[in-house]
């Protein structure tokens, strides 16, 4: 059983919105850190968002995604969110959700501790 579950993605066309959501599947857990990552068609896995459950929630983002996308969590809920505004066709790829228990930000996928089976996102031009 994967430990996070995420859901949301779907066909968009280009300047279009999508909002992933990213839950535990199973026992309730909680972790200082979550992210997105995402794996582009023939790439490897990148970093997309992550976000901290504490310290006012910083977060921090990779550059062509600032201004377009955001990350939030809800802490009742246990659950990450990525609203992702003005798709673009680049933006095609498998979204994962990841959490790690450690607080600190980080961007490598290797740093995660829990990760989702990925949810389809599909920008057409």
């Known amino acids: 059983q994967v430990p996070l579950v995420e859901s949301g993605g779907g066909l968009v066309q280009a300047g279009g919105s999508l909002r992933l959501s990213c839950a535990p599947s199973?026992?309730?857990?909680?972790?200082?850190?979550m992210a997105w990552f995402r794996q582009p068609p023939g790439k490897d896995r990148e970093f997309v968002a992550t976000?901290?459950?504490?310290?006012?929630?910083?977060?921090y983002y990779r550059d062509s995604v600032k201004g377009r996308f955001t990350i939030s969590r809800d802490n009742a809920k246990n659950t990450v969110y990525l609203q992702m505004d003005s798709l673009k066709p680049e933006d095609t790829a498998v979204y994962y959700c990841?959490?790690?228990?450690?607080?600190?930000?980080?961007?490598?996928?290797?740093?995660?501790?829990?990760w989702g089976q990925g949810t389809q996102v599909t920008v057409s031009s």
């Open positions: 976000i901290i459950n504490w310290s006012g929630g910083r977060t």
């Open positions: 199973g026992r309730a857990f909680n972790t200082r850190t």
């Open positions: 990841a959490g790690r228990d450690g607080g600190v930000l980080r961007t490598i996928a290797s740093d995660y501790d829990y």
